[in-house]
């Protein structure tokens, strides 16, 4: 690292809900920021005026904040380089663009699409790479000023110079050579005015002072496209670092029937933020620690030089793995928020705290929290498949002995089961699966010495004849 403060940046378009893809983007940018005390920025990229919308930037920063990805310049944060919004620097743009065009390094190009689509199809039959012939690059002043009297839109292309090698060294893949007479010359300004990917995204970067983007990898071929734009505009050039893609278990490219939901599905799921930190972080990045972390935890250990150059695999069970961890590391007073209004409805007031201790080892998901919660306060469970054949072997007499037993000791699970033992000459699992089955419907699940005071004597009683008669009907 130079001695220059790091600043990373997000840069979403506010097309729809932020997915895996560039949540980890989002992650791994804030993580090399919080790792080096520097500044993480969002910009929203929204010049694509048809697609983009108000109500999809406000969703994805309240997934970021949700996720504790803050950012310290941006959006409703404000600092010395806004606006922070695409839509609203097209007087930026529009400066830079004259500035190309007077210098000679831009150009008005009045190429329909057929016109580029045929020559493409050219290009590929006679083995050639695509790129533009420059059919409009020697046009006259009077040709232009004809083409534009008659009403045509032109759009503006970047004069590449023939003959270079444009080098930079990617943060991930080591050293980079471009031969720009491979490249073509390239749009940066539609013919509807707005400006391409390629411009507006290198030259806000550099005028916001990022010193650090990491991106996907398919953005790779585009970054001396954008180097070439700033060094024509004397403008600063990032460090660039290309990061892999993500992959569903196939090795095909991440999508919907992989589990590549949005955030927002993620979390209606019941997904934690900690649990999908922990899982992104390890997508492609290695750490030398394998166990659960906060975001701190995550910047520290974050480095670009462990960035991975192939592509990352998403499995579902790493990121169950992962909630499940979240799950334990929660402070008693964070599991009772995000289980919520559950608790209220299915869990007794004086029994909520006990319940949580006892059942937290058990769940990653808030509908599991509340299958357990209606097992132990609601009616007799309907036993599983599993339970139902444990209890057909233990047999009524056996529910038999337990009601006996829980007459005798209703405050002991320890001495009750012993009990039962010694009535019914069964010892070990043969002893207590049934008893479990048949106060919890499972085989499954927490200690009976922790689930029984939750249960209560009557509970219990009620369960036990309630299995006892389910066999001698």
Not at 190 to 196: E, N, V
Not at 200 to 211: E, L
């Amino acid at each position: 690292m130079s001695n220059t403060p790091v600043k990373t940046r997000f840069a979403p378009s506010p097309t729809g809900h932020l997915h895996l893809g560039n949540l980890r983007t989002a992650l791994f940018s804030a993580l090399l920021a919080r790792r080096e005390g520097g500044v993480f920025l969002l910009r929203i990229e929204d010049t694509d005026a048809a697609r983009s919308s108000d109500a999809h930037v406000h969703a994805l920063m309240e997934d970021l904040r949700w996720l504790g990805l803050e950012w310290q310049e941006g959006p409703e944060v404000g600092g010395p380089n806004g606006p922070y919004a695409q839509s609203l620097r097209g007087h930026i743009y529009a400066a830079d663009y004259s500035r190309l065009e007077s210098a000679g390094l831009a150009y008005p190009c009045f190429c329909s699409d057929e016109i580029l689509r045929l020559s493409r199809k050219a290009q590929l039959a006679a083995g050639q790479p695509p790129r533009y012939p420059g059919t409009c690059a020697r046009l006259s002043p009077q040709d232009v000023r004809a083409r534009l009297d008659k009403g045509l839109k032109p759009t503006l292309r970047f004069r590449v110079p023939p003959g270079r090698r444009i080098r930079f060294d990617d943060l991930v893949r080591g050293s980079q050579v471009f031969d720009t007479d491979t490249i073509g010359d390239f749009v940066i300004r539609r013919s509807d005015g707005t400006p391409s990917f390629f411009f507006s995204n290198a030259v806000d970067d550099a005028m916001m002072g990022v010193t650090h983007v990491l991106r996907g990898e398919d953005h790779l071929a585009n970054t001396p496209r954008q180097m070439m734009v700033m060094e024509a505009l004397d403008l600063p050039v990032p460090a660039y670092g290309h990061i892999s893609l993500i992959l569903g278990e196939d090795g095909a490219p991440l999508s919907k029937r992989h589990g590549a939901l949005s955030l927002r599905e993620l979390r209606d799921r019941g997904y934690l933020p900690q649990a999908l930190l922990n899982h992104l972080a390890r997508l492609g990045h290695s750490y030398e620690a394998d166990g659960f972390m906060d975001l701190d935890a995550l910047a520290r250990g974050f480095d670009a030089a462990r960035l991975g150059r192939a592509p990352a695999r998403h499995d579902p069970v790493q990121l169950d793995h992962w909630q499940h961890q979240a799950v334990l590391a929660l402070a008693d007073d964070g599991l009772a928020r995000w289980l919520g209004p559950m608790l209220e409805d299915e869990v007794p007031a004086g029994a909520r705290g006990p319940f949580l201790r006892v059942v937290r080892d058990n769940i990653s998901f808030p509908g599991e929290a509340r299958d357990w919660a209606r097992r132990l306060f609601g009616a007799p469970p309907v036993p599983d498949a599993e339970a139902g054949q444990v209890m057909a072997r233990a047999g009524s007499a056996f529910f038999d002995a337990a009601l006996v037993a829980l007459a005798a000791s209703p405050g002991d699970f320890r001495v009750l089961a012993g009990q039962v033992g010694t009535a019914t000459g069964l010892k070990g699992r043969h002893l207590f699966m049934p008893l479990r089955a048949a106060l919890t419907g499972r085989t499954h699940g927490p200690e009976m010495k922790d689930l029984w005071p939750l249960l209560g004597p009557e509970r219990v009683a009620e369960r036990l004849a309630h299995a006892r008669d389910s066999l001698s009907s």
